[in-house]
């Protein structure tokens, strides 16, 4: 079988002035057609360096990198029309012309032939649900509007394979939902397509994703389903804990090793949840904390979460939990 992507001891060096950063490094992946694939990880971990030499922007230094058989090295011109990448942070095409006008200026970079384009570009409007703006000039949509019309430049080619890196971000809950369901709606239009995700959002990569590979410093530490990822976790107890500090807490914080954490600047006060072994391990926590001048405000058991998993595979780095699925 030839998968949608692939990767073989796959390393990415980038050197600076005399110092050298590893941003990938041996890194091997498997991606089966027809699925999303998430790859999760911190800022740094090395997400946007795989993406860009799986589609064919960036070289890697050692390894191999293969989309659906051919090599990003030796055979990209091969690769790219049956590729398409999104980012939702770009800016979707030129404010000052339509959003029909604009996908037609897509699909006329990609080579198609005017008939197939005007084909193509009708039932992507219809598929993102554009048609009651495809008139509208660019620049005068909504944020949701916007991102369904990065999500419409991205399907306009008919890709194989699709590179969405992190397409709800900024979005309300309700637009982000509707961007989550086209996606999948489009995977499951044709067993062929296969959506290879990077996201921060944990909700929506259990969501959204039949496999999961969790990268940090440049390295993969986990893969697997989401249920499965989560099995690492099962039989752990979840400690959530309400604490008030005079002063800076990342110091003091720094001590509980793997913790999720987040910080309600007006009161200084912090929720943090902490994977334990045993629950009397709290009892070790709640005195790191008063003995530096803290207050433990709550303390409750929970149970594990996916942002639990992640935490415990890559630390307490901030992660986005607040998705409404």
């Not at 998968?3 to 950063?21: C, P, Q």
């Not at 649900?129 to 019309?149: A, C, D, F, P």
């Not at 976790?233 to 400690?239: D, G, L, Q, Y």
Request: glycine share 8%.
């Amino acid at each position: 079988m030839t998968f949608a992507a692939e990767t073989v001891n796959l390393g990415r060096i980038f050197k600076n002035r005399g110092s050298v950063v590893k941003a990938l490094e041996d890194v091997s992946l498997q991606i089966g057609r027809g699925q999303i694939f998430g790859l999760l990880g911190p800022n740094g971990a090395g997400k946007t360096t795989l993406v860009k030499i799986l589609t064919t922007l960036l070289m890697p230094t050692s390894g191999k990198a293969y989309v659906y058989g051919y090599d990003v090295v030796n055979e990209a011109a091969k690769i790219r029309p049956l590729i398409n990448l999104v980012s939702g942070a770009d800016t979707p095409g030129y404010g000052l012309i339509t959003v029909r006008e604009n996908l037609w200026f897509y699909s006329m970079l990609y080579g198609l032939d005017r008939a197939t384009a005007k084909q193509r570009i009708k039932t992507v409007i219809e598929q993102v649900g554009l048609k009651e703006v495809e008139n509208e000039l660019l620049r005068n949509l909504s944020t949701g509007y916007r991102q369904r019309m990065n999500l419409a430049r991205g399907l306009v080619n008919e890709p194989a394979v699709l590179f969405l890196d992190e397409p709800t971000i900024g979005l309300d809950a309700v637009s982000a939902r509707n961007i989550r369901r086209l996606i999948k709606e489009w995977v499951k239009g044709d067993s062929g397509r296969t959506v290879i995700l990077t996201s921060h959002y944990m909700a929506e990569v259990e969501e959204m994703c039949a496999k999961v590979a969790v990268l940090n410093k440049g390295r993969i530490v986990a893969i697997g389903s989401p249920a499965e990822l989560r099995s690492l976790v099962a039989e752990k107890t979840v400690a959530v804990i309400e604490a008030w500090f005079p002063s800076e807490a990342e110091p003091i914080l720094d001590k509980i090793g793997n913790a999720y954490r987040t910080r309600d600047p007006a009161t200084n006060v912090y929720r943090i949840r902490v994977v334990v072994d045993d629950w009397d391990e709290t009892a070790e926590i709640v005195n790191i904390i008063t003995s530096r001048g803290g207050k433990v405000l709550s303390l409750t058991k929970a149970l594990p979460s996916f942002e639990d998993v992640y935490v415990k595979l890559v630390g307490g780095e901030e992660i986005v939990t607040d998705v409404e699925t």
